[in-house]
């Protein structure tokens, strides 16, 4: 995988390829549409590796060959699902495709019940979809791709603490609310676990390859 060509799609200020670099990849590159995240990480990465990009993600994938592309965080904000899943079915076999997404689970849930809970997944503002594991699915096969590995966690328990706390605040003690805060915060990781192994999480972290 080191000696593979490596492309980062929405690369933000590089911090996956500055790790990829370290580990000794060298055949990487990095699309960003911000110009100021695109200085930073071709400041840090000590060589110009990331590209000032303003086109669609489609076009990207269509004319920039990688073996492995990846999109963390950034399928949510495309327009056009199906066309950039068409472009990844033009890639050869074999072409390795790595992304994390947002998904509809307990975070969710949270965003919808609570009045004023500002909405992490279900932001119409910058957001143009919500995944769900079948809707991964879907269009992982329309692209012919398939799952090999995947990874299933959330900031879901993170995020019932703060809904609790925010709207306490104005209906406890502040030496009581940071009480509640305390004893939130030791059983975080156990309940994000539980909401983990249920597939109720947040987030869905997937690595697939084209099988056709």
Not at 148 to 167: I, P, Y
Request: glycine residues 6%; aromatic residues 10%.
């Amino acid at each position: 995988m080191i000696a593979s060509r490596w492309m980062d799609l929405g690369c933000g200020g590089g911090y996956f390829l500055a790790a990829l670099q370290d580990s000794g990849a060298d055949k990487i590159c990095g699309l960003e549409k911000s110009s100021d995240l695109t200085s930073l990480a071709n400041e840090a990465l000590g060589r110009r590796v990331v590209q000032h990009y303003e086109d669609t993600l489609v076009n990207a994938v269509q004319n920039c060959d990688a073996d492995i592309y990846t999109a963390f965080f950034v399928l949510e904000h495309i327009e056009d699902t199906r066309a950039f899943f068409e472009a990844l079915r033009r890639r050869p076999t074999g072409t390795v495709f790595a992304f994390s997404v947002p998904t509809f689970g307990f975070a969710t849930l949270l965003e919808s019940s609570f009045v004023g809970h500002f909405a992490r997944n279900l932001d119409s503002v910058i957001h143009t979809q919500l995944y769900t594991d079948s809707s991964i699915d879907y269009g992982l096969s329309q692209a012919g791709y398939e799952r090999v590995a995947e990874w299933v966690f959330g900031q879901d328990a993170l995020d019932l603490s703060r809904a609790l706390l925010v709207n306490m605040r104005d209906k406890y003690p502040a030496t009581m609310l940071k009480t509640v805060s305390e004893s939130l915060v030791k059983i975080q990781d156990q309940l994000q676990v539980v909401l983990d192994r249920h597939y109720l999480a947040s987030e869905r972290h997937i690595l697939a390859v084209k099988k056709r």
